[in-house]
DNA sequence: CATCAACTTCAGAAATTTCTGAAACTTCTG
DNA sequence: CAGAAGTTTCAGAAATTTCTGAAGTTGATG
């Protein structure tokens, strides 16, 4: 299997850019071809694709199911695992976002709110830093799991619209006043 | 220097986190530190601190100002540089999203428009596929442009509303088409 | 202008992550 | 149930990243 000038270029420069992305070359490349492959492809057709062993593509797409970013499909008569990422970009964007949630946030989350727990700890400071980014986080993925609930066609209206809307949000609703900038507190 | 309990759990989850968020754990540590110091802090307390080399602080701190993540803090007769994070969060947190956006999105965005410049490549749905991640791409960091606009107060009271404004949303403005869902399309 | 304090750079050491080939496992087939 | 096809696991090799100590740079001071 031989990729075409674009598919060389589109999948090489996913497994550059997968190391800020926080997965490895060869799980951004696997992905990048599954991405632009028409067809599902099984393990020895990426393996072959990408020039990298069989074992890592295994790993690879380990990771990616892991990620619930590759869906398995199989065909009559073939009893080999084909692999394809969803159609839909709407909802690649949601699992990535709510994946990365999971990952690099609610660690973080549980973490400050055990800090909290733990009472009094004689730096004031401190605990109100804690407390304020406590706050920021939860308001940020309330916030977060609202949007996760629209249907994406009122999603990208959303954004299509971007801040034109943001005159109706005065209209309504109070403001949680613990997080108001510094400057305007009373 | 010695830190609290509920400093050396914090700095150190943090530290631990860092690989995730796509820097290394004696920046993490570095910048929990400043965040949770009420006073700014010279290169020296940092290493004390920590327990780090002094050239691993200096450069931590480089990586976190080429972040802008730090400010630099001077005092009347003392040379030394002494570093802080912004007091407000949301400014932390709009600089935290500028930056993932040059540095993980931007890249990418270029590197699509590059591949569909090159024109006609053979392979239809891989072209295809490439314009549809560069419209999304498009759309939503146009939406973060609008959003990045908006001052802090109105950005809050918008989080705290969530989805409750889903209802104004169908009152107005077109859906670019292209991305409406597949499901949906004419 | 020599010295010192503060900071940075850099080559290599240490640690970590990624990748591979071989072996092991699992499931299907005749 | 023996063998084949497909997949996974894993120990160690290779590559990459992080960290350190020593040397280097900068600029202020007596």
Same sequence: chains 1, 2.
Avoid at 45 to 72: C, F, H, P
Avoid at 94 to 112: C, M, N, S, V, Y
Avoid at 127 to 132: F, G, H, L, S, T
């Amino acid at each position: 299997m031989t990729l075409t000038p674009l598919q060389q270029e589109f999948v090489l420069h996913f497994g550059e850019m997968g190391s800020r992305w926080g997965i490895n070359r060869t799980v951004g490349q696997i992905y990048a071809l599954l991405f632009i492959s028409r067809e599902p492809l099984n393990a020895d057709q990426i393996t072959d694709a990408l020039g990298v062993s069989r074992s890592n593509t295994s790993m690879g797409l380990k990771e990616l199911q892991s990620w619930k970013l590759v869906r398995l499909k199989h065909f009559q008569g073939d009893r080999r695992d084909y692999f394809t990422t969803p159609e839909d970009l709407w909802e690649i964007v949601r699992t990535l976002i709510a994946e990365r949630k999971k990952r690099e946030i609610d660690p973080t989350l549980t973490k400050l709110r055990e800090l909290e727990m733990q009472g009094p700890a004689g730096d004031d400071y401190a605990e109100a830093r804690v407390a304020e980014l406590r706050e920021l986080i939860e308001l940020m993925t309330g916030f977060y799991d609202d949007m996760e609930k629209l249907e994406t066609e009122r999603l990208v209206k959303l954004m299509t619209l971007g801040s034109k809307f943001a005159g109706l949000i005065d209209k309504a609703g109070a403001v949680m006043p613990s997080l108001k900038p510094r400057s305007e507190r009373s």
